[in-house]
């Protein structure tokens, strides 16, 4: 008998974590897999962010908080939007859930019904049209590739709205291609929301901090008019290093910050009481270790990307944000691998390279995007080093 409901029935696992969890596997097995399929980054959370927990759990703070989060929190969290994005917001319009990834469920399920449409471009985040379909509304995919360094079009999202059309996703630096929309290229998206008024945007800016060389903007910060429908989306985990912590905030809309409140209220109540405390420091403290880290990130993209275009078949853009790239693997589709594997797509490619060659990356088809796959670069340079001399033997085995 199966008693899944037709709601979770459209929805697929997701294909990261499915790898993520084969690694681990053979990990345990004791085989010497380079793991670049997770999506955070492998830094150890600072010393004064732990301290803060350290602190919170010793005064006893283990109770539960607000639903929406502690004071102090959600006064850090506007403070940071001032600070950071030009942000004008109260602090009793931001919002504390477990993970960014609560807060766009919550927004999600808050506000889609049936029928309605949610414009997401791809390659994109793999819970968003999951998410999506598990309201029982319709994910939109507008596909790009890496002609517009893997970002859509203003001629595009005015091609796909229309009077069902209710949320536009849009994820910048992207996770999984890497991809910084600018100032410009938001403005002209702007531009096309302007004469929509009943599209929603949501802004994950969960990647804020990770980008190298560009300068960071969110859509509220430079079309304020536009702000009243903007769903502004971030995080402590891939900031700080914090994602076993499960903070994220947001701040938007009033009656969908009001709904959200609502649903999680009778779902998870407050967030962990010790990380949104850890998540005060997070926000409030010392930020200077950040330029250290995107030194490091730099360092390995660049190596990384350099060592990929090396490679026979594989054809790697330098992104400029998060900590991935999304190499093309065409030119290896159509041969057949040492262990005897035939490469008929990305999902091949990527399970041969697990299988022959110990290292963990996950396939463009999950983003929505092929022939490519996504690498993670949050690994020691080492571990890049040995990642590479992998592919390098993967590719001289193929026939
Ligand atoms: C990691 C990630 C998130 C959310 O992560 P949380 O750990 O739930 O805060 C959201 N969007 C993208 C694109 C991500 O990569």
Redesign the pocket.
Same mark, same amino acid.
């Given at each position: 008998m199966n008693m899944i409901s037709d709601a979770l029935a459209r929805v697929k696992p997701s294909a990261s974590m499915n790898i993520s969890a084969i690694a681990l596997e053979k990990k345990a097995a004791g085989v010497d897999i380079i793991p670049m399929s997770a999506?955070?980054p492998d830094f150890d959370t600072p010393d004064h962010i732990k301290e803060a927990a350290k602190r919170a759990l010793d005064a006893g703070k283990t109770k539960y908080t607000a639903v929406d989060g502690v004071p102090e929190l959600k006064k850090a969290i506007a403070d940071k939007f001032k600070r950071e994005n030009d942000l004008d917001v109260d602090p009793s319009n931001c919002f504390v859930a477990? %993970? %960014?990834?609560?807060?766009?469920y919550n927004a999600l399920v808050a506000s889609l019904n049936p029928g309605d449409e949610a414009v997401i471009p791809a390659p994109f985040?793999v819970?968003y049209p999951e998410m999506v379909r598990l309201t029982g509304a319709t994910p939109i995919i507008l596909e790009t590739s890496a002609e517009t360094e893997f970002k859509i079009t203003p001629a595009q999202l005015e091609q796909s709205i229309n009077a069902n059309t209710k949320w536009l996703l849009l994820?910048s630096p992207?996770?999984p291609s890497g991809a910084v929309y600018n100032k410009e290229e938001l403005e002209a998206l702007a531009d096309v929301l302007r004469k929509h008024p009943n599209v929603l945007i949501l802004m994950?800016d969960?990647?804020e901090h990770l980008t190298y060389g560009k300068t960071f903007y969110t859509m509220a910060q430079i079309a304020p008019d536009l702000a009243d429908r903007v769903l502004t989306?971030n %995080?402590?985990?891939?900031a700080y290093s914090m994602?076993g912590w499960?903070? %994220?905030y947001c701040t938007g809309p009033e009656w969908l910050i009001k709904a959200m409140r609502k649903l999680q209220g009778q779902s998870t109540s407050n967030p962990c009481s010790i990380a949104q405390w850890a998540s005060v420091e997070a926000l409030n403290g010392d930020q200077t270790f950040l330029d250290d880290w995107r030194k490091a990130f730099i360092e390995r993209r660049d190596h990384l990307v350099a060592r990929l275009n090396k490679i026979d078949g594989l054809e790697c853009l330098t992104p400029d944000g998060?900590f991935y790239v999304y190499p093309s693997c065409e030119g290896l589709l159509g041969k057949t691998t040492a262990g005897g594997r035939k490469l008929n797509n990305d999902e091949d490619v990527v399970m041969a390279l697990l299988e022959e060659q110990d290292v963990a990356t996950v396939h463009g088809a999950a983003y929505g995007v092929s022939p490519h796959f996504r690498i993670s670069y949050a690994v020691s340079m080492e571990n890049i080093d040995k990642a590479c001399d992998r592919f390098e033997a993967f590719v001289a085995g193929l026939t």
């Open positions: 999506g955070e477990t %993970g %960014g990834k609560q807060i766009i985040w819970s994820n992207s996770n994950d969960i990647y989306m %995080g402590v985990s891939k994602t499960r903070i %994220g998060a």
